[in-house]
């Protein structure tokens, strides 16, 4: 596989983000939505290109220490090759130069392997959310690292 390369999400971006969300989520936010992330001064968004396409993508919004991850999601294709790890390490490189010394998020417990790269990344389950999913009702974990 060629090297991906990492970058700051751009408004271009927003069709294929939108694109690739579709495919990795039952509840996508829509092109709208990540245009309106690239205006948002809380957010921080990252995107991984190979060959020139948007294969990956991670965001958070940081306020003060603390940054809440909103999207990790990589091209069904490509999962297992360790893209997931590393745009979620670049996305923690970038929070931490906004400030944030803590991380959270909220993850399936179904979603194994999520659960897995947040926890190779310091992140512990403290807690749940019931019904949180409103596709199918499921639990959410919060997750949360406080020394990034």
């Not at 829509?30 to 993508?57: M, P, Q, T």
């Not at 958070?60 to 294709?77: G, K, L, R």
């Not at 360790?82 to 923690?92: A, H, M, Q």
Request: hydrophobic letters at 45%; a neutral charge; proline letters at 3%.
């Amino acid at each position: 596989m060629d090297k991906i390369i990492f970058r700051h999400m751009t408004p271009n971006d927003a069709d294929a983000v939108a694109e690739l969300e579709l495919k990795c989520f039952a509840m996508p936010w829509s092109r709208a939505d990540f245009l309106r992330e690239n205006n948002n001064e809380l957010a921080e968004y990252i995107v991984g290109e190979l060959d020139k396409k948007i294969v990956a993508y991670a965001g958070a919004w940081i306020s003060f220490e603390q940054a809440e991850v909103m999207h990790v999601a990589v091209e069904p294709s490509l999962r297992g090759k360790g893209i997931g790890t590393l745009i979620f390490g670049e996305l923690i490189k970038a929070a931490k130069k906004r400030g944030a010394t803590s991380i959270t998020l909220e993850v399936r417990p179904s979603n194994t392997a999520a659960i897995k790269l947040y926890e190779n990344f310091g992140l512990k389950s403290v807690g749940r959310r019931k019904n949180y999913y409103l596709d199918n009702g499921e639990d959410a974990l919060i997750m949360w690292n406080t020394r990034l």
